[in-house]
């Protein structure tokens, strides 16, 4: 019996037994997944009470710069498997290297800075209740 969670069967096989169209449940994920991406700027700027503009700008305000992190750190947790490119163009057309260095400062505030933490907390908790 294999441990992964599906039985030996293949995703296409587990869809036909629940009775679901695979390309209609695989078209249905991606749109999902591309409605998060187009309105997690705008809660996020609604959320920190900043400018969307600035948001997905250039802007280096410690304010703005927060709360773009934490945003592509949500991205990272709810889809894990997306690509840099793909993560850079949902926040505003930003180079993959601009996500790393975002995700690594993310992390290094998790790790060190509690009033950090409690505010991503809170963030991913207003986000999972609000873009469901």
Do not use: Q, W
Not at 87 to 99: F, I, N, P, Q, R
Not at 121 to 129: F, I, N, Q, S, V
Request: proline share 2%; with cysteine.
């Amino acid at each position: 019996m294999r441990t992964d969670g599906n039985y030996g069967y293949s995703f296409t096989d587990s869809c036909i037994l629940a009775g679901v169209n695979p390309a209609s449940y695989a078209d249905l994920r991606e749109r999902t997944r591309e409605g998060f991406f187009k309105n997690i700027p705008a809660f996020t700027a609604k959320y920190f009470n900043v400018d969307e503009g600035k948001l997905v700008g250039n802007c280096r305000k410690r304010e703005v710069v927060t709360a773009r992190n934490m945003m592509i750190a949500a991205i990272f947790s709810r889809y894990p498997k997306t690509t840099l490119k793909e993560m850079g163009a949902a926040v505003g057309g930003k180079d993959h290297s601009t996500v790393i260095h975002s995700r690594d400062t993310h992390l290094d505030l998790m790790d060190v800075d509690r009033g950090y933490r409690f505010d991503f907390d809170t963030y991913m908790e207003a986000l999972k209740g609000e873009l469901k």
